[in-house]
């Protein structure tokens, strides 16, 4: 069975830092490209970042530069460090499993974690 428990959300003012957790478990983690996506209120579930099992990362433009995603094997753990937070980062953030296909698509992961809530306030 395999699980992602992510962890980390909060409320963080504006310019400021949040680092969130996903571990997962009931999968090869080593082997598994893995990625956050979000949700704001009212709107679709977008990409934010993929790393891939070779440590190759990929981020949607309005994150480049200020997100990182990074992954420790030994954990079954990927991050994603969140710098210079805006109020348009709002959202539930989503860790996912990758099964195949198109990085930036939904459709392409098969499991989900519960979420983590992040707020930004101005």
């Known amino acids: 069975q395999v699980q992602l428990v992510e962890s980390g959300g909060g409320l963080v003012q504006v310019g400021g830092s949040l680092r969130l957790s996903c571990a997962a478990s009931g999968l090869t983690f080593s082997s598994q490209a893995m990625a956050w996506f979000r949700q704001a209120p009212g709107k679709e579930r977008e990409f934010v970042a993929t790393?891939?099992?070779?440590?190759?990362?990929y981020y949607t433009n309005s994150v480049k530069g200020r997100f990182t995603i990074s992954r420790d094997n030994a954990k079954n753990t990927v991050y994603l460090q969140m710098n210079s937070l805006k109020p348009e980062d709002t959202a539930v953030y989503y860790c996912?499993?990758?099964?195949?296909?198109?990085?930036?698509?939904?459709?392409?992961?098969?499991?989900w974690g519960q979420g983590t809530q992040v707020t930004v306030s101005s």
């Open positions: 790393i891939a099992s070779s440590g190759n990362t």
């Open positions: 996912a499993a990758f099964a195949g296909g198109t990085y930036a698509s939904t459709k392409s992961y098969r499991y």
